[in-house]
């Protein structure tokens, strides 16, 4: 048997979704109907909000219709449950993933994966992530929050075309990919402090297992034949787009070997 107020949340969500009157409850429970009918106002706004907050290229490549159908649907079948207000649409990627859900609104893997990614720069923003200093570490270090994604469709890709268009600095609006895997990389830059995507290319994801295994410098330009020189340009690379941190000696290192 549920307890008392584990029924009164029972009901409040029925009451959000439309599933019972504000004036019906009010009733029931002995409170004024205006002090219920304004809750289910509020959070559907407040969902519609943070769905459009935090899936703006999803929303941008569906129809308004469709859109507005998707949200209804998630709000009603996916009740906010958490004091974090943007966290209201935390369960929609899992929500679009849902084969009933791609079916009715037209929604592909590609659609799925791309509401994770732009999900996932919203989680890393928000993590709390603390970088040792320059003078701390005798060796590189890698990211200490980083993500890394494999998608069959190159939505991260995909993604910063979208976003070139939109501040327009792309001419074209960018067509949704074939499928394609793309290996991705979310983390929070160290000095901007703001969620990143980086496409991992070769000499990113050379940097990230050099750095994750824990070799010296001598180890990593012989187990990729590249010299001192040039693998401390690549990790300073790697160092910028905030994928690793380096000691202070290879900074200095680094930037005498970019200067030169």
């Not at 009010?26 to 969902?47: D, K, M």
């Not at 190159?154 to 993604?159: C, D, E, Q, W």
């Amino acid at each position: 048997m549920s307890s008392p107020y584990t029924k009164q949340m029972e009901q409040i969500h029925a009451l959000v979704r439309g599933e019972i009157a504000a004036q019906t409850l009010a009733a029931e429970i002995g409170v004024e109907t205006q002090r219920l009918a304004v809750y289910p106002r509020f959070v559907r706004s407040h969902v519609f909000d943070m769905l459009e907050k935090h899936f703006g290229c999803l929303q941008g490549l569906l129809h308004d219709t469709v859109w507005a159908d998707l949200s209804q649907a998630y709000f009603e079948q996916v009740p906010c449950q958490k004091y974090d207000l943007n966290l209201a649409a935390e369960q929609f990627p899992e929500f679009v993933l849902r084969d009933d859900v791609q079916q009715k609104y037209g929604l592909t893997a590609f659609h799925a994966e791309l509401c994770q990614l732009e999900w996932e720069e919203y989680v890393v923003f928000k993590a709390k992530v603390h970088w040792p200093k320059h003078g701390d570490i005798d060796a590189p270090v890698l990211h200490p929050s980083l993500s890394i994604f494999e998608f069959c469709f190159p939505v991260g890709t995909f993604l910063l075309a979208w976003r070139r268009w939109e501040m327009g600095q792309s001419a074209g609006k960018p067509d949704v990919p074939k499928e394609a895997q793309e290996r991705m990389l979310v983390l929070q830059h160290p000095q901007t402090r703001m969620s990143r995507l980086l496409v991992a290319d070769d000499a990113l994801l050379l940097a990230f297992k050099a750095v994750h295994a824990g070799l010296s410098l001598a180890a990593m330009c012989a187990a990729t034949s590249l010299s001192e020189g040039e693998m401390i340009k690549l990790l300073h690379q790697a160092e910028r787009k905030g994928l690793i941190l380096l000691p202070k000696d290879w900074v200095s290192a680094a930037r005498r070997i970019i200067d030169a």
